[in-house]
């Protein structure tokens, strides 16, 4: 149960990192970047076509799933701040130490809080999901996260 709940901890926590960091991706019309609406509409649209799930079911799982992503960027967005420490360190600068220290307790703790978020929402994901289609989700979100990083507008940037 351990192994199943940290690998669904780590299938989220991908996707979730790129929306709290506040980088240049655009969506390629108006070079604006897509909202966290859209983003979401566009995960839950996959997952649910990954699932296989009917009308019924996907009225039901929609809502959960929904609200746990909105629970995880909240969450990102509370420890977002690692992102400039790491640019500042990557470029050579001096970061005091306890300033990393900081950002090291916080990436843990982000963790921690992240993998109770995902073992509640797991729960109740279990009450509307077999599984089968708990397992084809952590699939699904594995699937989204490899195609997000894939995209052209993300290389080299």
């Known amino acids: 149960m351990k192994r199943l709940v940290l690998f669904f901890v780590l299938i989220l926590i991908v ?3 790129a929306l709290a960091q506040n ?5 390629g019309e108006n070079g604006q970047r897509p909202s966290f609406e859209s983003f979401m ?27 746990l992503l909105k629970e995880k960027a909240e969450l ?4 977002g701040g690692g992102r400039r420490i790491r640019m500042k360190v990557d470029m050579g600068e001096s970061v005091p130490d306890t300033t990393l220290m ?29 599984p089968m289609q708990l397992y084809k989700l952590q699939n699904a979100e594995q699937k989204f996260r490899t195609s997000i990083m894939r995209r052209p507008q993300n290389r080299g940037k």
């Open 15 to 17: 996707p979730m990192a």
């Open 23 to 27: 980088d240049r991706r655009n969506d």
């Open 41 to 67: 509409r566009t995960k839950c649209d996959m997952v649910v076509h990954e699932l296989g799930l009917s009308q019924k079911d996907s009225s039901r799982f929609i809502p959960i799933y929904q609200e």
């Open 76 to 79: 990102y967005k509370k420890y």
């Open 102 to 130: 900081r950002v090291i307790y916080n990436n843990s703790q982000l963790q921690v809080e992240d993998a109770q978020l995902e073992h509640r929402y797991l729960l109740r994901l279990s009450g509307v999901l077999t």
